[in-house]
């Protein structure tokens, strides 16, 4: 577990887990997240003006890890979700580790990320 929350804190990661709650019809039985627990990256600048990021200010009302999730910041979402560690599967990791690679990072969501229009961002997060 210290070891993905190591992930999670210096990498922006693209992950599949099955959806806790039971999924609407238009839903699929599993959810596509982009996030990070990356503070230097969310708390930049930039992660507070893109992704109007905000440290967590109330503590949950339940122990995630007696239900085996881990919390992270959905980038797509722009707010705080769980991934159900029982069933996920990881697709891909940006390292942003040291400021150059933060660079890069933003780079890449200005290329790539941000010209996605709000329907590809639900088709993507719904596969």
Not at 66 to 81: E, G, H, P, S
Not at 83 to 97: E, F, H, K
């Amino acid at each position: 577990m210290a070891d993905l929350r190591d992930l999670f804190a210096t990498h922006v990661v693209e992950v599949i887990a099955k959806r806790r709650m039971s999924p609407q019809p238009w839903q699929g039985l599993t959810r596509r997240f982009i996030c990070t627990n990356s503070y230097p990256l969310l708390n930049s600048i930039e992660g507070k003006v893109v992704f109007h990021f905000r440290a967590p200010s109330n503590v949950p009302r339940y122990n995630a890890a007696a239900y085996n999730l881990l919390t992270v910041f959905d980038l797509y979402m722009q707010d705080y979700r769980c991934i159900n560690l029982d069933d996920y599967r990881i697709l891909g990791a940006i390292p942003v580790r040291t400021e150059e690679e933060i660079a890069m990072f933003w780079q890449y969501f200005n290329s790539v990320m941000s010209k996605q229009s709000a329907t590809e961002k639900l088709k993507k997060m719904n596969t």
